[in-house]
């Protein structure tokens, strides 16, 4: 039997032999993005976009160097400190062709918590023109009900007293931005790459508001001389399995720790305003726009309210993936419905786009059997999602007085997903939120109170204060309560409708 090779730069003269490697001179590479929060997500997306700038056309001026902020983040930084900074992405198609390709572009990882003053001098470093952001949606610090910078985290309260011991992004962000500013060096651009509607105007926000609060002059600097262009990013990304790990292995005896799978698609649209220049990410299909606004919001509000359907309703249901959800007729069809009759009208003009072809792709990929993108994934940190991908939609749809039914009915079933924590044949479902003990709490009132889990005003604002969506939202939750499953309703609601039907 061969013997297995590790994943590393000296192995890839033998491995390049047996899957395609970055053929490149890695070490010849600037770093010129630093990208914080190095997750399967930024892997096979921003990463794998930057590869192939650098395979297919030599530009040598955009390396990344990762940065972890939290302690979690030390398991990705051990990997990529054994593996030189390489991982192979695995590409799963849907007739289940699975294309392995080592990426290169991540030349460099550090992890802040050992390392502040090391991490603040490569943010401030000529070399850095992009600060790149993956850090999820709840990473931006802000109130989700209302949208305002929160300065009761810890953390910030500690780091508006010590600018010296940073521990967010916005820490890190300001005290390097200082130095740049002090050593006369140009700002680098903040790009955020999260799924948060209108991300760049948000980075730039709260970082203005922890900013201000620090020191009012630096605040007033990085207004006026750092961009934060607005992106819409799309890649679905599972978790990586044990047998992603065993399949590399047994396939081709290569010993990846931590390979990241994907889905063939990618899109990238980015606003094209930068501080600093940056990569010819036009030369890899990445599409810079003046506004990319309606983008995000279709994005958002089709594909990852979308997921958000299938995965709350899914998790009850006892459906492990989203394909093994999108496979079900019920479920395909009522989350057209939701796609059609609530997101759909929220959403602006959008020039050159089919909708119903990205709604008909969109349908294609959930059912992507390769995948197997876990329900699990999906509905974690719901707290930090639906907000933006459900509530704001919901929102408007009441004051326009447009359809809510079925939004209703996910933040019915979450409810009851938050409460039991079990599907409907009593299994326990797998809950990931910041959250969830609030969540929890709030749930369980429910039989008191029916109203208790939206009176949580963090995520939902004055929603319990709105009566129609109230009035139907109860009888909803009375349902799930009784039968302890969502189908026939999704059925009734599909056939019958249900906030104006007779009975
Ligand atoms: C998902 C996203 O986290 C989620 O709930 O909807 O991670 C989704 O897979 C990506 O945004 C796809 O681009």
Redesign the pocket.
């Known amino acids: 039997m061969e013997s297995t090779l590790a994943l590393n730069q000296q192995n890839l003269t033998k491995i390049t032999h047996l899957i395609p490697c970055p053929g490149y001179n890695r070490e010849a590479l600037k770093k010129g993005v630093v990208h914080i929060g190095v997750g399967g ?1 930024h892997r096979a997306h921003q990463a794998y976009y930057t590869h192939q700038l650098i395979r297919e056309f030599n530009d040598s001026d955009w390396g990344i160097c990762g940065i972890g902020l939290r302690k979690a983040d030390q398991k990705i930084h051990d990997v990529l400190q054994n593996q030189d900074g390489l991982y192979t992405l695995i590409i799963k198609h849907p007739d289940g062709t699975i294309a392995p390709e080592v990426i290169g572009s991540i030349v460099d990882f550090q992890l802040a918590v050992d390392s502040t003053a090391s991490v603040i001098s490569r943010l401030a470093s000529e070399e850095t023109k992009i600060v790149s952001l993956t850090i999820t949606e709840g990473g931006y610090n802000f109130k989700p009900a209302t949208g305002e910078f929160d300065f009761a985290n810890p953390d910030i309260q500690h780091e508006l007293e010590h600018p010296d011991d940073p521990k967010t992004v916005y820490g890190f962000l300001t005290a390097a931005l200082k130095k740049r500013r002090d050593a006369g060096l140009p700002a680098f651009t903040v790009l955020s790459c999260d ?1 948060i509607q209108h991300n760049g105007d948000m980075a730039q926000k709260m970082l203005h508001s922890f900013a201000q609060a620090q020191d009012a002059e630096l605040a007033q600097w990085i207004e006026k001389e750092v961009c934060f262009p607005n992106s819409m ?5 599972p978790v990586t399995t044990q047998a992603d790990i065993d399949y590399l292995e047994s396939t081709y005896q290569i010993k990846d720790e931590w390979p990241v799978t994907c889905e063939p698609f990618i899109q990238w649209v980015v606003e094209d305003k930068f501080s600093n220049g940056r990569p010819e990410f036009e030369k890899v299909g990445v599409q810079f726009v003046r506004d990319v606004k309606p983008y995000e919001k279709m ?1 958002l509000r089709l ?2 309210a979308g ?2 359907v299938l ?1 709350i309703l899914g998790a009850i249901h006892g459906y492990p993936t989203i394909n093994a959800c999108i496979e079900d007729k019920t479920f395909r069809t009522f989350l057209r419905a939701f796609m059609d009759q609530e997101a759909t009208p929220t959403l602006d003009e959008l020039p050159g786009i089919d909708l119903d072809a990205y709604k008909d792709s969109l349908q294609e990929r959930f059912a992507n059997p390769n995948i197997k ?1 876990s329900v699990a ?2 509905c ?1 940190e719901s707290s930090a ?1 639906l907000p933006k ?1 459900l509530i704001e939609t919901l929102n408007e749809n009441l004051s326009s007085n447009a359809s809510i039914e079925f939004s209703a009915l996910i933040i019915a079933a979450w409810c009851y997903y938050s409460d039991k924590g079990v599907d409907r044949n009593g299994e326990a479902i797998e809950i990931i939120d910041a959250m969830e003990e609030e969540l929890h709490q709030a749930a369980v009132q429910t039989k008191e109170d029916p109203l208790a889990f939206i009176k949580l005003e963090s995520i939902f604002g004055d929603l319990s204060e709105n009566l129609r969506f109230t009035r139907v939202y109860t009888s909803l939750i009375e349902i799930i309560y009784r039968d302890g499953e969502v189908i026939k309703l999704m059925q009734k609601m599909l056939n019958s409708g249900f906030e104006n039907r007779e009975d």
């Open positions: 997500f799924n990013v799309d890649r679905i990304t994005k594909l990852n997921h958000s995965g993108d994934r999906i974690s999602k991908f």
